[in-house]
Nanobody, 125 residues
């Protein structure tokens, strides 16, 4: 089984920073596409960033230049560093794995089959 557990969420003021972590367990490596998604109240879940096994990253236009996705193979941990946070970033953030892709990562929510429980990020103005 693939278990993903997010942590690091919290409440910050606009302009602040947070770093989210996603711990993978169940004897899995980060050998497939990993992604961060978010869902705000009343909105559809959307892709934020993803990272391929080779380290190639992609970002949503809304977060590009502010967020950084990375992974640590030693600890099987996925990270999302979020800088210059804005109220529009308020959402529940999820990490997920796409078990079918490794070197090119889609932003399609349905392609990701393993999901964490989510961690709340709240940005006040």
């Amino acid at each position: 089984q693939v278990d993903l557990v997010e942590s690091g969420g919290g409440s910050v003021q606009a302009g602040g920073s947070l770093t989210l972590s996603c711990a993978a367990s169940g004897n899995i490596d980060l050998d497939y596409c990993m992604g961060w998604f978010r869902q705000a109240p009343g909105k559809e879940r959307e892709a934020v960033a993803n990272i391929a096994v080779g380290g190639t990253t992609r970002y949503a236009a809304s977060v590009e230049g502010r967020f950084t996705i990375s992974k640590d193979a030693t600890t099987n941990t996925l990270y999302l560093r979020m800088d210059s946070l804005q109220p529009e970033d308020t959402a529940i953030y999820y990490c997920a794995q796409d078990p079918a892709d490794r070197f090119w990562c889609t932003v399609t929510v349905g392609s990701y089959k393993s999901w964490g429980q989510g961690t709340q990020v709240t940005v006040s103005s």
